[in-house]
């Protein structure tokens, strides 16, 4: 299990004394999925690593990226504005997928009360969060991480949320 927490703000959850409701912690899901969509359309929040030659090649001439999921825009699949073999982390749409669409079935959200978290259950998605060694085509490769992450943007988006919230 991948995940994203917002333990950087239990402290100031703490503080508030605020325990986060089913429906605060729906909208703070909201809030983590649209920020993942954005870090894949950046290519990463620090940038990722660029893909190897190798791995651009063997992309192009598998014909990917090529959209498997139903209903997925296109445009949600671009990085920095282009749609093609370079683009990190995009095949199919099925991490992206994994991470952002509540109906997928890879999708995980969860919370308890101060801490909220999604993530993909995908078999690969753990390799791309933390990096490491695997194996493609009965080769040994390592993999560099490309994680994703609660970025300062999410954290403001979150803080404004449980504030709205508070002031109810």
């Known amino acids: 299990m991948i995940s994203l927490d917002l333990s950087e703000l239990e402290k100031w959850l703490g503080q508030m004394e605020m325990e986060v409701t089913d429906a605060?912690?729906?909208?703070?899901?909201?809030?983590?999925?649209?920020?993942?969509?954005?870090?894949?359309?950046?290519?990463?929040?620090?940038?990722?690593?660029?893909?190897?030659?190798?791995?651009?090649?063997?992309k192009r001439m598998l014909g990917y990226p090529r959209i498997t999921r139903k209903g997925m825009n296109p445009e949600s699949l671009k990085q920095n504005g282009i749609l093609g073999p370079e683009n990190i982390l995009i095949m199919t749409g099925a991490l992206l997928s994994s991470w952002t669409d509540e109906t997928d079935p890879h999708?995980?959200?969860?919370?308890?009360?101060?801490?909220?978290?999604?993530?993909?259950?995908?078999?690969?998605?753990?390799?791309?969060?933390?990096?490491?060694?695997?194996?493609?085509?009965?080769?040994?490769?390592?993999?560099?991480?490309?994680?994703?992450?609660?970025?300062?943007?999410?954290?403001?988006?979150?803080?404004?949320?449980?504030?709205?919230a508070t002031t109810k």
């Open 24 to 58: 605060e912690a729906h909208a703070i899901g909201g809030v983590l999925r649209q920020d993942v969509k954005e870090q894949f359309s950046r290519g990463g929040d620090p940038s990722w690593q660029p893909l190897s030659r190798i791995t651009v090649a063997r």
């Open 107 to 164: 999708h995980l959200e969860e919370h308890d009360g101060g801490n909220v978290w999604i993530g993909s259950l995908l078999p690969y998605a753990e390799i791309h969060q933390f990096g490491g060694w695997t194996v493609i085509d009965d080769r040994r490769v390592y993999v560099p991480a490309r994680p994703l992450r609660v970025t300062e943007d999410a954290r403001r988006r979150i803080i404004d949320l449980l504030d709205k």
